[in-house]
């Protein structure tokens, strides 16, 4: 069984989303803090600029519902690939000829066509992500084009416990990116950009969650404003946040 079928196995046998969805809402301060709603709505905005009259690509697309988005902020066209079809089963009812398609497909082989924009939430990981970027950039990316991903990191002391206590909430071939990784990405992709998502809110959302019932509160609204400064002014520590959004950006010709 190759990786493509395990992680389809995982969602569509395991009940791996639900067991994910339930991680999520147990530490929905982790979550769902001020920092990772910021990140939120950076992530929105940066795929907003980027989509606007273009071809787009969603790599895991799950349910639809990030395509759905992409459509609604002004892509000319969005398609949605993924391996599982539980999944693509909820997001077909959504599709729009010629506009919305959904399509089931192992992202680390070949995608036909050229797309301007590349995108996913939390897909990389579970993929052998170098040659699956190589390829998209150099072969499925449109000159001028740009990839977004949500991705998880690896190196904080407390994302390897989540990922040793959570353990079920995961597939098989699951690995958080580490600070190497993102040193390769460094060197292979001039156009590559990270933002980090919870370093300290990581911590203090952990025990937060034992005197406040809601996530939006003081301790982690504080702790919202020191991680964006953190990352906006110590960029050697970004790759030991617990998230990132990472950004590639392709150049466009030079005569353009």
């Known amino acids: ?13 395991d009940a791996l989303w639900e067991r994910s969805h339930r991680a999520h809402m147990r530490f929905r301060h982790v979550f769902e803090c001020p920092n990772t709603r910021r990140a939120d709505r950076r992530y929105h905005d940066l795929l907003r600029d980027a989509l606007a009259g273009r071809r787009a690509l969603e790599l895991g697309c799950g349910d639809g519902r990030l395509c759905r988005a992409a459509l609604a902020l002004g892509a ?35 995608v036909a066509g050229r797309f301007d924009v590349i995108f996913g939430n939390a897909v990389l990981h579970h993929l052998d992500y170098r040659p699956v970027l190589e390829r998209l950039y150099e072969e499925t990316l449109s ?24 353990a079920d909430a995961h597939s ?5 990116f580490y600070p190497d990784d993102i040193q390769w990405l460094r060197r292979r992709f001039p156009g590559f950009r990270l933002y980090g998502v919870n ?58």
């Open 1 to 13: 069984m190759d990786r493509a079928q395990r992680e389809r196995q995982a969602y569509d046998e």
């Open 76 to 110: 000319r066209y969005v398609l949605g690939a993924d391996v599982s079809e539980t999944q693509l089963a909820q997001a077909r009812p959504h599709a729009v000829p010629g506009q919305l398609e959904f399509v089931a497909q192992d992202v680390s082989q070949p």
């Open 143 to 166: 000159p001028g084009g740009i990839m977004l991903f949500r991705e998880p990191l690896g190196a904080n002391v407390f994302v390897r416990l989540w990922w040793r206590v959570g």
């Open 172 to 176: 098989p071939d699951e690995r958080p």
């Open 199 to 256: 370093y300290l809110s990581l911590p203090a959302a952990l025990m937060s969650s034992l005197v406040w019932p809601s996530p939006d509160n003081l301790a982690l609204r504080w702790c919202d404003r020191a991680d964006d400064w953190l990352d906006a002014h110590c960029p050697w520590l970004t790759p030991r946040f617990r998230h990132s959004i990472m950004i590639i950006a392709k150049p466009a010709p030079a005569d353009s």
